[in-house]
């Protein structure tokens, strides 16, 4: 068992060059989510998903696209990179039960934008 | 403008000694409150939660307390272990939005031996 997965672990991009962040989760979690953590503010919500084949906006959803294909896989694109979008990425999931709140975190992408 | 702020980025306390964490935030319709731990280079991990229905929780060395008139949640730690030094995220969960969480600004917490 896994849990939350992350793929790649660092990258290096120069302005507008496009990647695609893969996080994969095996616990059968219908939420997963994406967040990117910036020093001083906090992890911040980019998008959001309840379901597959469903997606949501989060608070800082511009710039970023994301698919929810597969129950399992939630994936962040950037389809042209900016220095702005230089953090660290973090994906999450939970059972998005009512009763349980708890989310599961990856190991996080760092992503440098040149 | 930030709905949940901790406004002590950094603490350092003894070993042994209590570690109190504060969080501060504006909305009142907020239904679940929880303590995240982050190391570095690893995603962060839950510590603990209270409802809002409820004014303290305790797991262990691990109690959160929850004041809805002001607002505040805080976090003690007793007692504090070198091994509790991390970066300690307060969030406060949304059920009606997907169950987001909005964090806050995190407090890096030195525990010295």
């Known amino acids: 068992n896994a849990g939350v997965t992350q793929t790649p672990k660092f990258r290096v991009l120069k302005t507008g060059q496009s990647m695609t962040l893969l996080c994969a989760q095996d616990?059968?979690?219908?939420?997963m989510y994406w967040y990117r953590q910036d020093p001083g503010m906090g992890l911040r919500l980019i998008h959001y998903?309840?379901?597959?084949?469903?997606?949501a906006k989060g608070e800082v959803p511009d710039g970023y696209n994301v698919s929810r294909l597969k129950k399992q896989n939630f994936l962040l694109g950037l389809e042209s990179a900016a220095p702005s979008q230089t953090s660290v990425y973090f994906c999450?999931?939970?059972?998005?039960?009512?009763?349980?709140?708890?989310?599961?975190f990856g190991p996080g992408t760092r992503l440098t934008v040149l | 403008d930030q709905q949940v702020k901790q406004n002590s980025p950094s603490l350092s306390v003894q070993e042994g000694r209590i570690s109190i964490l504060n969080c501060d935030y504006t909305?009142?319709?907020?239904?679940?409150f929880l303590w995240y731990k982050k190391y570095p280079a690893e995603g962060p991990t839950f510590l603990i939660s209270?409802?809002?229905?409820?004014d303290k929780n305790e797991d262990g060395r691990f109690t959160v307390f929850l004041n809805k008139s002001a607002k505040h949640l805080s976090l003690h730690i007793v007692p504090s272990q070198p091994g509790d030094s991390a970066v300690y995220f307060c969030?406060?969960?949304?059920?009606?939005?997907?169950?987001?969480?909005?964090f806050g600004g995190g407090t890096r917490l030195m525990v010295k031996p």
């Open positions: 616990m059968n979690h219908e939420y």
């Open positions: 999450a999931s939970s059972p998005g039960a009512p009763s349980y709140n708890e989310q599961f």
């Open positions: 909305n009142s319709m907020f239904d679940y």
């Open positions: 969030a406060v969960l949304n059920n009606n939005a997907g169950n987001m969480l909005t």
């Open positions: 998903s309840v379901g597959e084949g469903t997606t």
């Open positions: 209270i409802s809002s229905i409820k």
